[in-house]
């Protein structure tokens, strides 16, 4: 049954074939704004929606700590004052952290004029590339990962597939590996990255997802996976590779964006979440543009 606000329901698969649609009729330039991205990091974020006339209201409660609430975008028709305005509201009188993460600049754009603060959050800011650029690889900017591509090359002769059913299982087993390597038990973060990830490839199938793995003298070393963020972009939800194999991370996304997002202009990487490594790795691919995303609340 449709929630109604201020009624919400807890995220689950069944929910895709109402969310799936309102999401893409969006079309988002921001990367939390599809029904999979919501759907595998639901573990961490607990995210309940529901639905205020034609705008869809997602509510996260992490740690189901009202003071850690908050609610993405309300995602629907222009003119959201008064939606922003009445979610607030409510989140208050319930005792919540009365506060919208990651508005993308079209809401922003919306309340500038209103009695409302809006403030760019840079650790949220996605990383916006050409898919060309990715792809080829070309100038003097990405020499260093060209050498690492070519070290791989010399020593063996990678092979590249679209993710299918069979290769799952390994994924989620390089994924575990990842994690043992990386502790990720002693870090929340990576232990909600984790469970998306296994979400995910539990789901693959009823998310419709676009995938590819990378083998290496017959074993699975990397695997990637993205989808349709909008007409002229993709995003690429999740990547992991071998920390040993240096080379597999730039090949898989080169070749990723050679071949399962050769129809898109754009590829959108996510956020660097305000980490220093992360962040100077995503610098490192040139982005052409930082999505911004802002913070809204009361004055």
């Known amino acids: ?6 009624d919400f329901k807890h995220l689950t698969i069944g929910d895709r074939r109402e969310l799936h649609p309102r999401l893409r009729a969006y079309a988002p330039i921001t990367s939390e704004l599809t029904f999979t991205n919501l759907f595998i990091w639901r ?7 529901s639905l205020l006339d034609e705008h869809l209201l997602i509510l996260a409660l992490p740690g189901d700590e009202p003071t850690r609430a908050h609610a993405l975008p309300p995602v629907g028709p222009t003119g959201r004052l008064e939606v922003v305005r009445r979610l607030l509201d409510w989140m208050d009188n319930a005792g919540l ?11 922003a754009a919306e309340l500038a004029d209103s009695e409302l603060t809006v403030n760019p959050i840079r650790e949220h800011f996605d990383y916006l590339y050409r898919r060309r650029d990715l792809a080829e690889l070309d100038g003097a900017a990405y020499e260093t990962k060209r050498n690492h591509i070519n070290a791989l090359l010399r020593r063996v002769e990678p092979e590249y597939k679209p993710l299918g059913p069979e290769h799952l299982m390994p994924a989620k087993r390089l994924s575990d590996e990842w994690c043992r390597m990386r502790r990720c038990k002693d870090e929340l973060d990576l232990v909600n990255e984790w ?6 490839l539990n789901h693959y199938d009823e998310l419709d997802l676009n ?9 699975l070393k990397a695997f990637t996976v993205g989808e349709r963020l909008n007409e002229n972009t993709a995003v690429v939800h999740i990547e992991k590779g071998d920390p040993e194999e240096r080379g597999v991370y730039p ?3 080169r070749l990723f964006c050679r071949n399962a997002l050769a129809d898109r202009e754009y590829v959108n990487r996510e956020q660097d979440l305000g980490l220093p490594g992360l962040r100077r790795a ?7 543009e930082l999505v911004e995303k802002f913070d809204i609340a009361r004055a």
């Open 1 to 6: 049954m449709t929630p109604r606000f201020p």
């Open 43 to 49: 573990g961490g974020q607990r995210y309940r929606w």
């Open 251 to 253: 090949l898989i996304n």
């Open 211 to 219: 995938g590819a793995v990378l083998f290496l003298d017959g074993r």
């Open 97 to 107: 952290r009365p506060l919208i993460h990651r508005a993308d600049a079209r809401l």
């Open 282 to 288: 995503k610098q490192s691919y040139r982005p052409v």
């Open 195 to 200: 469970e998306a990830i296994r979400e995910l």
